[in-house]
């Protein structure tokens, strides 16, 4: 069992950044594959971006591809998602998930994560 909390969101101007981190408790955080999704009001959940259980492969939607990072800490047991360039569409509440699978693949639907953070919310604002 993994329990997720998010943190790190706000209110940030067009071309602004932040930086998202999700902490995890529980002693199998090093050896899940852990993921970034957003919804936006209106709109379904969507995939933002993944990171295998060692931090040396990772996966991006096209939409945040080259003004997003995702990074793991497996001491800290944590992982962040660094974001820049931010545009009024990158306005969601984003969500830290969990994958149990030792399969690292291009996995982008919500069921194919186990743990779900509560989300926080990021507002762009132009």
């Known amino acids: 069992q993994v329990q997720l909390v998010e943190s790190g969101g706000g209110l940030v101007q067009v071309g602004g950044s932040l930086r998202l981190s999700c902490a995890a408790s529980?002693?199998?955080?090093?050896?899940?594959?852990m993921g970034w999704f957003r919804q936006a009001p209106g709109k379904e959940r969507e995939f933002v971006a993944r990171i295998s259980w060692s931090g040396g492969r990772t996966y991006y939607a096209d939409s945040v591809k080259g003004r997003f990072t995702i990074s793991r800490d497996n001491a800290k047991n944590t992982v962040d998602l660094q974001m820049s360039s931010l545009k009024p569409e990158d306005t969601a509440v984003y969500y830290c998930?969990?994958?149990?699978?030792?399969?690292?693949?291009?996995?982008?639907?919500?069921?194919?994560?186990?743990?779900w953070g509560q989300g926080t919310q990021v507002t762009v604002s132009s």
């Open positions: 998930a969990a994958d149990k699978s030792s399969w690292f693949g291009v996995r982008v639907r919500q069921s194919e994560y186990d743990y």
């Open positions: 529980g002693r199998t955080f090093s050896s899940y594959t």
